[in-house]
């Protein structure tokens, strides 16, 4: 037990606490701010809503061309505030230009898509605009944790959520659907215009960097798409449910009862938003990185444990807090509760340790298997099984992209390069 003290222990000294309780009470809060949607707008309606922005959500990862995953993994191997400075520069202002060009990329595709609900393509041409404000709350957060300024990015988080419920609740009461959209795009704009001088970014003390080169973009296209690709898995059976079962109320069901489960992806990510800059600037330390694994698998296997067991015990009180027939689901979220196991132990380290390595690509490659094989299984079990079908071959996915991120950490990084002595 004691490495998975230090484990801890190390995790609060970054301020890890902060991170740790702002991500509890932001997940709280965007729970808080999705009931109150389906209590205000109609199932429907929300549904084609819900679909259009799970299009956008999947994209905004790819954002700046994902100039913001480089800033992080390359800044943190900076060592002059002077450095970091600039980098920032050169990822903000090339990242503008490029989400431009994704959101016109998205337009105009959007007019040679048939849509099977009415108004999607309008929900998903306004939407599409939240890639640039996205992008640049990113970049923020990302500068808060490469100042190792954890209580900042924890505020900032907060900030959001909390903006969110305000214009959700206050929107979607006064216009509905639309509403509810018009606050999806507000909420990172005002977050934006709060946090951006907080950085105390030196806009005139720009310098160019040898390190934004070929292998600068590449790195943060690859680690942009995986998650692309990540964002896709998760909401593929969305999109396939709506598909192939024509109906806009299961589309929403299934939303509902995916929630809780992906809201628990809220540990590894809090562990890793901390640590990613520490474990990065120390990735040639073998001793410290199999330390930090140790510590983090064995803390997430125990979370694991707990968490199935809550949810075996409870699933149908959690499920009728939504709405009580969801409860006839229960073994829809029994099955998701299993898989999530999968993201915990092993993929929600070892894909940002392969990030960390500069090897995004390997996550780009297990994320893109795994999604064409979601889409040839749910093809299968969906029209037969329903809901439950894409939760079976989601949670299975979520084991195997997990373990075998393992297998590929431990191979590319037993033959890493060691890093030059200085």
């Given at each position: 037990?004691?490495?998975?003290?230090?484990?801890?222990?190390?995790?609060?000294?970054?301020?890890?606490?902060?991170?740790?309780?702002?991500?509890?009470?932001?997940?709280?809060?965007?729970?808080?701010?999705?009931?109150?949607?389906?209590?205000?707008?109609?199932?429907?309606?929300?549904?084609?809503?819900?679909?259009?922005?799970?299009?956008?959500?999947?994209?905004?990862?790819?954002?700046?061309?994902?100039?913001?995953?480089?800033?992080?993994?390359?800044?943190?191997?900076?060592?002059?505030?002077?450095?970091?400075?600039?980098?920032?520069?050169?990822?903000?202002?090339?990242?503008?230009?490029?989400?431009?060009?994704?959101?016109?990329?998205?337009?105009?595709?959007?007019?040679?898509?048939?849509?099977?609900?009415?108004?999607?393509?309008?929900?998903?041409?306004?939407?599409?605009?939240?890639?640039?404000?996205?992008?640049?709350?990113?970049?923020?957060?990302?500068?808060?944790?490469?100042?190792?300024?954890?209580?900042?990015?924890?505020?900032?988080?907060?900030?959001?959520?909390?903006?969110?419920?305000?214009?959700?609740?206050?929107?979607?009461?006064?216009?509905?659907?639309?509403?509810?959209?018009?606050?999806?795009?507000?909420?990172?704009?005002?977050?934006?215009?709060?946090?951006?001088?907080?950085?105390?970014i030196d806009y005139n003390a720009y310098s160019k960097?040898?390190?934004?080169?070929?292998?600068?973009?590449?790195?943060?296209?690859?680690?942009?798409?995986?998650?692309?690709?990540?964002?896709?898995?998760?909401?593929?059976?969305?999109?396939?449910?709506?598909?192939?079962?024509?109906?806009?109320?299961?589309?929403?069901?299934?939303?509902?009862?995916?929630?809780?489960?992906?809201?628990?992806?809220?540990?590894?990510?809090?562990?890793?938003?901390?640590?990613?800059?520490?474990?990065?600037?120390?990735?040639?330390?073998?001793?410290?990185?199999?330390?930090?694994?140790?510590?983090?698998?064995?803390?997430?296997?125990?979370?694991?444990?707990?968490?199935?067991?809550?949810?075996?015990?409870?699933?149908?009180?959690?499920?009728?807090?939504?709405?009580?027939?969801?409860?006839?689901?229960?073994?829809?979220?029994?099955?998701?509760?299993?898989?999530?196991?999968?993201?915990?132990?092993?993929?929600?380290?070892?894909?940002?340790?392969?990030?960390?390595?500069?090897?995004?690509?390997?996550?780009?490659?297990?994320?893109?298997?795994?999604?064409?094989?979601n889409i040839v299984s749910n093809n299968y079990f969906?029209?037969?099984?329903?809901?439950?079908?894409?939760?079976?071959?989601?949670?299975?996915?979520?084991?195997?992209?997990?373990?075998?991120?393992?297998?590929?950490?431990?191979?590319?990084?037993?033959?890493?390069?060691?890093?030059?002595?200085?």
């Amino acid at each position: 037990m004691n490495i998975v003290q230090n484990f801890i222990q190390n995790f609060l000294n970054r301020a890890g606490s902060y991170v740790l309780l702002t991500t509890v009470f932001s997940r709280i809060l965007s729970f808080t701010a999705s009931w109150i949607a389906l209590q205000l707008i109609d199932n429907k309606e929300l549904g084609v809503v819900i679909f259009a922005f799970n299009i956008v959500s999947f994209i905004s990862p790819i954002g700046g061309f994902g100039l913001h995953q480089s800033l992080i993994r390359y800044g943190a191997l900076l060592k002059s505030d002077t450095e970091k400075n600039s980098l920032f520069i050169y990822v903000f202002k090339k990242g503008l230009l490029a989400s431009l060009i994704i959101i016109l990329l998205i337009i105009i595709t959007s007019f040679f898509i048939d849509f099977s609900f009415s108004y999607t393509r309008y929900y998903l041409i306004f939407l599409s605009f939240i890639i640039i404000p996205s992008y640049l709350f990113e970049l923020i957060k990302i500068q808060f944790r490469l100042n190792y300024d954890n209580k900042s990015f924890s505020f900032s988080e907060l900030t959001y959520t909390i903006i969110l419920v305000v214009c959700v609740t206050l929107l979607s009461y006064f216009f509905k659907e639309k509403g509810y959209a018009i606050a999806l795009l507000l909420t990172p704009i005002l977050t934006c215009l709060f946090f951006i001088k907080k950085i105390k970014i030196d806009y005139n003390a720009y310098s160019k960097l040898e390190i934004t080169d070929f292998y600068f973009w590449k790195y943060g296209f690859f680690a942009s798409l995986s998650n692309v690709v990540t964002q896709l898995l998760f909401v593929i059976d969305l999109f396939l449910i709506g598909y192939l079962l024509n109906d806009a109320n299961m589309v929403t069901n299934y939303k509902y009862i995916t929630l809780i489960p992906f809201s628990i992806l809220f540990l590894p990510r809090a562990f890793n938003a901390t640590d990613f800059v520490a474990y990065t600037e120390n990735i040639h330390n073998k001793k410290y990185i199999n330390n930090y694994i140790k510590g983090y698998m064995t803390l997430f296997s125990f979370v694991s444990f707990f968490a199935i067991l809550f949810s075996f015990l409870f699933s149908h009180h959690l499920l009728k807090l939504f709405d009580p027939k969801f409860i006839k689901y229960n073994d829809s979220f029994h099955i998701l509760m299993i898989g999530i196991c999968g993201i915990l132990i092993f993929r929600g380290i070892f894909g940002n340790l392969l990030s960390s390595i500069g090897k995004a690509q390997i996550n780009y490659y297990i994320t893109s298997i795994a999604l064409l094989l979601n889409i040839v299984s749910n093809n299968y079990f969906i029209p037969i099984y329903g809901i439950k079908g894409a939760a079976i071959t989601t949670s299975i996915l979520m084991w195997l992209t997990g373990i075998v991120s393992f297998i590929w950490f431990k191979i590319l990084y037993k033959n890493l390069t060691p890093k030059p002595s200085s």
